[in-house]
């Protein structure tokens, strides 16, 4: 017995074998208010990210970290910093086009740089921009395996873009 169901995320009409199917990909589920946002020191500095679903990011305040940030959190307690939503995707977006925005916001706030910000990692290892030649000069292992995750993750999009290109 299928349902005919409307998918919660894009308002798409879908077929579901469960009643209780709300969302008609795993996309639908996941991304279901993508967006990018930034968090602000006392100082002035930022830490730009993206995250699937905007509504719940902010319950727990900064809970990110890595070294500059963990720097600055002892001047300035994570409690004292605020918050503010730099741009919304549209719902179920692809997970390159939400870490593109996010580079594009990094790079317009210029907060790759620590006297600027807290992003010590560009979301978009396929550019060659500034930010990504500095990373690169970082040697450290953490580094290396996520330029490797997100390297992967981008020849998987690129081959979906081509596979949708030979068959239009
Ligand atoms: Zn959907």
């Not at 991304?31 to 100082?43: E, G, L, Q, S």
């Not at 600055?72 to 503010?84: I, Q």
């Not at 907060?111 to 060659?128: E, I, L, R, S, Y």
Request: charged share 25%; proline share 7%; hydrophobic share 35%.
């Amino acid at each position: 017995m299928m349902h005919q169901k409307i998918c919660k995320t894009c308002h798409r009409s879908f077929e579901a074998s469960h009643r209780g199917r709300r969302f008609c990909s795993w996309q639908c589920a996941k991304y279901k208010a993508p967006a990018v946002y930034r968090f602000i020191c006392p100082d002035g500095r930022s830490y730009v990210g993206a995250v699937a679903d905007i509504r719940k990011r902010f319950d727990r305040g900064i809970a990110r970290s890595n070294p500059w940030l963990d720097a600055a959190f002892k001047l300035h307690p994570p409690e004292t910093w605020t918050y503010e939503i730099l741009e919304r995707l549209p719902p179920s977006c692809s997970i390159p086009r939400l870490r593109e925005a996010e580079q594009r916001h990094i790079d317009h706030l210029g907060c790759w740089k620590p006297d600027t910000g807290f992003n010590m990692n560009p979301p978009v290892w396929a550019a060659n921009g500034p930010m990504q030649k500095e990373a690169r000069c970082r040697s450290a292992d953490q580094t290396r395996t996520m330029m490797a995750r997100k390297r992967a993750e981008w020849a998987a999009h690129i081959a979906l873009v081509k596979q949708v290109v030979a068959d239009a």
